[in-house]
């Protein structure tokens, strides 16, 4: 029975192609969509290395001096009576405006004041400020480089292919070690396993004791081709505040808490470090709202994340109508044009079941069908995406899940809504069903 309700579909399917193509390429274009749209969210947000512990982050990128500028105003001037003065001139002190600068920090001034924060289970600081270019065979090398303390492998979980990351004793002694990327590693010496192999940058040469997969996240801060112990760093940097150091920290606690910590731990900062200012402040943000505040700048970055996920919602709440709006008004369609099939067949014998289940069938098969086509142009739009390097070194991957979720979102909107018009057609008296197209 379901066989020929199968093959029943199928040449239904291909007789009304007009119908058929505009359904499937509804379907599988919208897949397709939502597809990469959540492909890229995972892959940012879902727990990738070196992001795996994401939602024990909390970032420190930059502290704020700032000074108000204050003048005394005349308020009331001299008055005279007789030429003796009555009123003498009063003043009033207001502000007349105000200065600050922003910066990423020193290492000195993170290392001191921020190591100790009872909230936090580890931090690391960094250095992400520093490129090189690289001359090899007439080719011009960019690298990156990130100047870490060793803290830097245990709150970020890269995943090391050979060697090891550089330890507290090396980064104390500041020893000419390094970590390189396998993308990096082929790029110069033209192979995978360079352990122990040397590399010439900025006049000194490092010596490789680690390679990692490159970060397939857009963070910017993980984006580096080299690592290296931070006292290899030449600072040109006189303030004592300001250096070009990052600060994140780890913690099991509620990361609300750990940026009040961390705001908190900011005024005990000595403030008079630089005579120009006389007010310290800092933005702690977590790695989503950092995100959502390069979209929407908000002084509060919980703003800007709410409403990145509004618009997020928003798009896939629209994408995801778009096949069921277009499922529902091709159905309706096409089973009003079908009134005088439906009356052939109840005028042989079809109940009113056989004729719900033939077009169930006929729903589920074009949804399927659909959902087929979509998932191999996600298959080929993510392998053309990850091969061409077009986001910068993120790697898309399919989220199978999210995948299954909306082929049956679709398959239900489908069902439903090609169901109601089926039962009242097949309700219809059959001379009536025979003479008119009309439900």
Known sequence: MFKNYIKLAWRVLSRRKFFTFITLFGISFTLLILMLVTSYIQTEFGGTAPLGNQDELVVLPFIELSIKHYDTIPTVDTTYSDMVAKFDTTYDIKSIGSSSSSSSMSDEMLGKYFRDIASVKRSTIFNTNSAFD??????????????????????????????????????????????????????????????????????????????????????????????????????????????????????????????????????????NLNPNYNTISSNPATYAEIYARTIYYQTDERKSLSFMRGILLGLLSFFILLPVLNLINLNVSRIMDRSSEIGVRKAFGATKGDILTQFIFENVIQTLLGGLIGFVLVLIAIYIINNGGYLGGMQLEINFKFFLYSILICLLFGVLSGLLPAWKMSKTHIVNALKSKQL
Not at 173 to 193: D, P, S
Not at 221 to 233: A, F, G, V
């Open 134 to 271: 690289i001359y090899m065979d007439n080719s011009k090398i960019n690298i990156k480089v990130n100047y870490s303390d060793h803290f830097f492998w245990d709150v970020f979980d890269f995943k090391f292919i050979h060697g090891r990351p550089y330890d507290a004793s090396e980064v104390e002694q500041g020893l000419q070690v390094a970590v390189i990327t396998l993308e990096m590693a082929q790029n110069y010496f033209g192979k995978t396993n360079v352990l122990d192999e040397l590399i010439d940058l900025d006049g000194k040469q490092f010596r490789i004791i680690g390679i990692v997969e490159r970060s397939k996240v857009t963070a910017n801060m993980l984006k580096s081709d080299l690592y290296i112990p931070y006292p290899n760093y030449s600072t040109a940097y006189v303030d004592p505040y300001f250096g070009g150091y990052t600060m994140v920290f780890q913690s099991d606690e509620d990361l609300q808490k750990v940026k009040a910590d961390i705001e908190e731990t900011t005024k005990k900062v000595p403030s």
